[in-house]
C-alpha cells in the first residue's frame, strides 16, 4: 500500500496516523492507553470526567475497599507488580498501580481530566467521530468507549429520604468528612459494596443497622498479608507471579465452567457456602436470615471472612424488613419499627445496563445506539456494533463474568480493537465495522448459552433486569473470550471509504469484507 498525495494541504493522508479517543480513564482506557501505544498508535487521547485516573478505584474509596479477585490476576500482564502487600490489594493500592502504570507507559499525559464526553456523532461524509465534550469539541478517527459496567452508582427510591435530618451518600461517594465513630449508621444494602465496609466500620460505630434485601453465597477470602520476603521471590523470580496467576485463572475457570455449563460442579462451592455460615453463625435466626435460596452463583458470589462474625457483633444487627421509609430520625421498617440513625449510607451497587450512559452515541445514518440497542444493550464480542464504524466498546455489554478478572477481559478486548485498526491499515480503507450478519449470528449463539446459565434460575442480580433482559455476563469461559478476541473472524467485519482526508473523499465507497 503506498502513500496518498497531500494535493489540497489536508495532511491526513491515507498514512495519516489513526487518531484515536478513548473515553473513561480506569482500567480499560488505561490499559488500552498503553496497549495501542505500545502497538504504535500514539495519537492517543483519553478523556476522563473524573479528577484522576483510576475509574471504579478512584470512586470507591469507602473502608474496607479492595478486590475480590487476587491481585496477580486483577493486575495487567503486562505490568505485574511483585510489591501488593496482601493477596487482596486495597483500593489505595490499586489506584496507585494504576496511576503509576499510566506514568510510566506514556498515558497519563494523554489524559483529560475533569472532562466528560457527552455526545459522539459519525460523520458520516467525513468518516471521523466528533464528539462534544464538557471541555470543547473534539475529532478522532476511532472512539473507544471505556465507561465501564459500574461507574454509575444506584440509589432506590425511599419514601422521606430527603427529611432525613443526617448526612445520605453512596459507598462510591464516600465522605470521608462525615465522623462515623460513635454514631448510629444504616447501610442499605448487603452486596459487595456493604460485605467490605459494614465489618471496616461495625468496631467504630455505636450502631450498626444492615438492611438486607436479600442475602447473597460467600465464601472464604483467604486474604492474606504478603511477606517482605515472599514479595521478594516475585520481584527475584517474575515466573512465580506468573504462576500465581495462571493458577487463579485456572480456579476462576472452574467457577465459571460451574456457572454457565455444568451445574452439578456447583455443589462444593454450595458446601463451602453453607460451611461458612454455620461456622460463624450459631444464632438459628440470623442464620436463617443470611442464607438464600436461590442457586449458589446466581447472585454475584462475594468473598469475605469477617461478614457473619461482624453480623453477630453485640452493636450490629441485620434487618431484613422491607424499609417503608425514612424519617427525620432513622428508618422505619414494614412492621413498624423505627430506628434511629445519624448517617444513612446507600451500598446499593450501580446501574449497571447502561454501559455508555449517560453518554449519547449517533453511528452511520443518524441513527443512536440507544435507539439500536433498545432494552438490551448488545454488542459483538462486547465490542462492535453494526452501524457503528471505527467503535469500540471495552468491558461491553455481556463481558462480565460470575468470577475471573475484568483485567484479562479488557486486555483480549483491546488485542481485538488493535488487530482491526491493523486490517483497516493494510486496507487503506476508512471504516471497519461489525458486519450486521455476524452480530446477529453472535448474539443467537450469546442468547442460547445465556439461558442455560446459573444466571437464569431465579434471583434478584444486577445482571438480569425485571423483564429477564441479561446485557452483562458472558455465558462461557474466559479462554474462549481469549480465543475468540484474539484474531479477526472471516467476514465478520467489513470496510469501507478510502482514508486519505481530503484529495479523495469523492471517490466511491469500496466496500470489502475483512477475509
Ligand atoms: C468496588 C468495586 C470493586 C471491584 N472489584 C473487582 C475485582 O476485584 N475484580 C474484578 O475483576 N472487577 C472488579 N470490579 C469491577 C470493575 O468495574 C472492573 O474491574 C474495572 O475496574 C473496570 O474498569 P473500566 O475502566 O472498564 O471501568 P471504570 O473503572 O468504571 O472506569 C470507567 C471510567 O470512565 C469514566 N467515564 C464514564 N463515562 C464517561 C464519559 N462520558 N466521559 C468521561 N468519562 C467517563 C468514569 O468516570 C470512570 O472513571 C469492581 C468494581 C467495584 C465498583
Not at 454450595?270 to 440470623?286: C, G, T, V
Not at 487503506?428 to 455476524?438: K, P
Not at 484474539?486 to 484529495?503: I, M, S, T
Amino acid at each position: 500500500m503506498g502513500l496518498d498525495g497531500d494535493s489540497n494541504g489536508d495532511r491526513r493522508t491515507r498514512a495519516a496516523p489513526l487518531q484515536v479517543a478513548i473515553v473513561g480513564a480506569g482500567f480499560g482506557g488505561v490499559g488500552a492507553g498503553v496497549m495501542l501505544t505500545r502497538a504504535g498508535y500514539r495519537e492517543i487521547t483519553l478523556f476522563e470526567r473524573g479528577n484522576r485516573v483510576g475509574g471504579v478505584w478512584t470512586h470507591n474509596t469507602y473502608p474496607g475497599a479492595a478486590c475480590d479477585v487476587p491481585s496477580h490476576l486483577y493486575e495487567f500482564s503486562f505490568a505485574p507488580n511483585p510489591r501488593w502487600s496482601r493477596r487482596y490489594a486495597p483500593q489505595a493500592e490499586i489506584q496507585e498501580y494504576l496511576e503509576s502504570v499510566a506514568s510510566r507507559h506514556g498515558v497519563l499525559e494523554r489524559v483529560r481530566t475533569n472532562t466528560e464526553v457527552t455526545d459522539a456523532r459519525w460523520d458520516d461524509e467525513r468518516g471521523r467521530w466528533q464528539l462534544d465534550t464538557s471541555a470543547g469539541a473534539h475529532e478522532c478517527d476511532v472512539l473507544v468507549a471505556a465507561c465501564g459496567q459500574l461507574s454509575v452508582p444506584k440509589i432506590p427510591r425511599l419514601d422521606g429520604i430527603e427529611q432525613f435530618a443526617g448526612p445520605v451518600f453512596h459507598t462510591a461517594e464516600w465522605r470521608d468528612d462525615v465522623e462515623l465513630a460513635g454514631r448510629r449508621v444504616a447501610i442499605i444494602g448487603t452486596g459487595c459494596s456493604a460485605i467490605q465496609t459494614g465489618p471496616a466500620i461495625a468496631p467504630i460505630v455505636a450502631q450498626l443497622d444492615i438492611y438486607q434485601r436479600s442475602p447473597g453465597w460467600t465464601f472464604p477470602k483467604m486474604d492474606f498479608v504478603y511477606s517482605e520476603r515472599a514479595k521478594r521471590a516475585f520481584e527475584r523470580f517474575p515466573a512465580l507471579q506468573r504462576l500465581d496467576r495462571a493458577a487463579n485463572f485456572a480456579f476462576h475457570e472452574f467457577g465459571a465452567l460451574a456457572m454457565t455449563r455444568e451445574p452439578r460442579l456447583l455443589a462444593p462451592f454450595r458446601a463451602i457456602a453453607r460451611r461458612q455460615i454455620d461456622k460463624a453463625i450459631s444464632d438459628p435466626e440470623l442464620r436463617a436470615k443470611v442464607t438464600p435460596d436461590d442457586e449458589v452463583g446466581c447472585k454475584r458470589v462475594m468473598l469475605t471472612d469477617d461478614w457473619y462474625p461482624t453480623l453477630t457483633r453485640e452493636n450490629v444487627e441485620l434487618i431484613t424488613d422491607p424499609i417503608a421509609e425514612v424519617t427525620p430520625r432513622g428508618v422505619r421498617t414494614s412492621d413498624g419499627a423505627e430506628r434511629p440513625a445519624d448517617v444513612i449510607v446507600f451500598a446499593t451497587g450501580f446501574k449497571s445496563h447502561g454501559f455508555v450512559a449517560p453518554m449519547r452515541i449517533t453511528g452511520a445514518g443518524a441513527r443512536t445506539l440507544e435507539h439500536e440497542w433498545g432494552a438490551r444493550p448488545r454488542a459483538y464480542l462486547g465490542l462492535s456494533v453494526p452501524g457503528f464504524p471505527n467503535m469500540f466498546l471495552l468491558y461491553g455489554p455481556n463481558t462480565n463474568g460470575g468470577t475471573g478478572s475484568v483485567i484479562e477481559t479488557i486486555e483480549a478486548g483491546t488485542k481485538h480493537v488493535i488487530a482491526a485498526l491493523r486490517a483497516l491499515e493494510r486496507s487503506g480503507a476508512r471504516e471497519i465495522a461489525i458486519t450486521r450478519s455476524a452480530a446477529d449470528a453472535f448474539d443467537r449463539q450469546l442468547r442460547a448459552a445465556l439461558a442455560n446459565t446459573v444466571w437464569h434460575t431465579g434471583c434478584t442480580s444486577w445482571y438480569v433486569d425485571e423483564n429477564g433482559n441479561d446485557p452483562n455476563q458472558w455465558p462461557w469461559l474466559w479462554s474462549t473470550y481469549r480465543r475468540r478476541t484474539a484474531r479477526l473472524d472471516p467476514g465478520a467485519y467489513e470496510l469501507a471509504g478510502v482514508r486519505n482526508g481530503g484529495a479523495q473523499r469523492a471517490v466511491a465507497e469500496d466496500r470489502a469484507a475483512v477475509a
